[in-house]
């Protein structure tokens, strides 16, 4: 997908990426680097092939890769990283070619980023796919660091669901 390597490769996404991989140098809890993003992305693209949602493969990959882009500045500067990677989406997406993505589909990106941490009425398609499938990528029940993680229980996904 040439949409999604160039979103990789663009140079304010390497620059992010290389500065989130530093902050999380040694977590032991979730981190969000490339395999988490692959995962929300391939769950993502399952549930939307499930339920026949019609999503194109390129925007849930898209939305995938740059939902947690931000998270850096969380660590750095305390902003939500919702907001922050949604800032540095808009960016990188308005530089890529016009033909990769509409502009429909560059607003629901974004808004799918910004509303990926809560789930709350309204939300589009895109934006519950993003929500839901963050949360399933998020193997708790496997995570020996589960007990001091300050996720309370029903946030925590402590069983595999299918």
């Known amino acids: 997908m040439k949409e999604i390597e160039a979103i990789r490769k663009h140079p304010l996404y390497m620059e992010y ?3 989130l991989r530093d902050a999380e140098k040694g977590r032991k809890f979730c981190c969000h680097q490339m395999d988490h993003l692959l995962d929300v992305a391939r769950i993502a693209y399952i549930i939307d092939l499930e339920h026949d949602l ?3 493969k390129e925007v ?3 939305a995938a ?3 947690d882009i931000g998270k850096a500045r969380q660590y750095q500067e305390g902003i939500p990283h919702e907001q922050a990677s949604a800032e540095i989406a808009g960016t990188i997406l308005d530089d890529l070619p ?3 993505y509409s502009r429909e589909e560059r607003q ?3 808004r799918a980023i910004f509303g990926h941490r809560r789930e709350r009425d309204g939300m589009s398609r895109l934006e519950r796919l993003l929500y839901v499938s963050d949360k399933r990528s998020r193997m708790c029940f496997a995570c020996d660091s589960e007990p001091e993680c ?3 229980r029903e946030k925590k996904n402590l069983e595999i669901e299918i």
């Open 17 to 19: 990426d290389e500065r």
């Open 54 to 56: 019609g999503i194109r």
């Open 60 to 62: 849930i990959y898209g």
């Open 65 to 67: 890769l740059l939902h």
């Open 98 to 100: 016009e033909d990769y």
């Open 108 to 110: 629901e990106i974004l």
């Open 150 to 152: 300050d996720w309370s």
